[in-house]
T-cell receptor, first 111, second 117 residues
Framework: DSGVTQTPKHLITATGQRVTLRCSPRSGDLSVYWYQQSLDQGLQFLIQYYNGEERAKGNILERFSAQQFPDLHSELNLSSLELGDSALYFC??????????FGPGTRLTVL | AQSVTQLGSHVSVSEGALVLLRCNYSSSVPPYLFWYVQYPNQGLQLLLKYTTGATLVKGINGFEAEFKKSETSFHLTKPSAHMSDAAEYFCAVNTNAGGTSYGKLTFGQGTILTVHP
């Protein structure tokens, strides 16, 4: 158990809909990362927050947004969903550059 | 920009045989290097990491890796494979220079390890 929790574990929705994925980092970790894992793109970095502020952006679509709240949990919002958004979404947290600890992921299926 | 190449999307070994999973990276700055393992329907678990210092690093479950700067490689090895080692393995690099940004991970495409009895 990495100490990073993600909910929900599975999410099935329809095209055009909006969903919110939630992540709670390890106790004390200020930095939260979101990654997407898909068969065609592999594991790709989406976005990073540090203590409530956005710090880095990767290949994140404009339809996607994220935030980190004062209690350090983070939410990834995905809107106007397309079939191609079906993927496993991971959250990771860290307290340094040394290691990122990953949550179990949320499997999103868009029908 | 950094990149990671894992040679071989599938590797198959017999139980008890040597495991060798290859990883090469490109980076313009000293990298931090990682190997993660992903079991079916699970998240990523850190196997081992290289940050600074000793270039041969040991991780969990008997795995080790050697950072070779001249070859820009960080290959993962295990002397004797177990059935429980069957999983997907990811090599990753973090080239962030420090500060509170900490840097993102850039992953290779992954190598699926199959272990035959």
């Amino acid at each position: 158990d990495s100490g990073v929790t993600q909910t929900p574990k599975h999410l099935i929705t329809a095209t055009g809909q909006r969903v919110t994925l939630r992540c709670s980092p390890r106790s004390g970790d200020l930095s939260v990362y979101w990654y997407q894992q898909s068969l065609d793109q592999g594991l790709q970095f989406l976005i990073q927050y540090y203590n409530g502020e956005e710090r880095a952006k990767g290949n994140i679509l404009e339809r996607f947004s994220a935030q980190q709240f004062p209690d350090l949990h983070s939410e990834l919002n995905l809107s106007s969903l397309e079939l191609g958004d079906s993927a496993l979404y991971f959250c990771a947290s860290s307290a340094s550059r040394d290691t990122q600890y990953f949550g179990p992921g949320t499997r999103l299926t868009v029908l | 920009a950094q990149s990671v190449t894992q040679l071989g999307s599938h590797v198959s070994v017999s139980e008890g045989a040597l495991v060798l999973l290859r990883c090469n990276y490109s980076s313009s700055v000293p990298p931090y290097l990682f190997w993660y393992v992903q079991y079916p329907n699970q998240g990523l678990q850190l196997l081992l990491k290289y940050t600074t210092g000793a270039t041969l690093v040991k991780g969990i479950n008997g795995f080790e890796a050697e950072f070779k700067k001249s070859e820009t490689s960080f290959h993962l090895t295990k002397p004797s494979a177990h059935m429980s080692d069957a999983a997907e393995y990811f090599c990753a690099v973090n080239t962030n220079a420090g500060g509170t940004s900490y840097g993102k991970l850039t992953f290779g495409q992954g190598t699926i390890l199959t272990v035959h009895p």
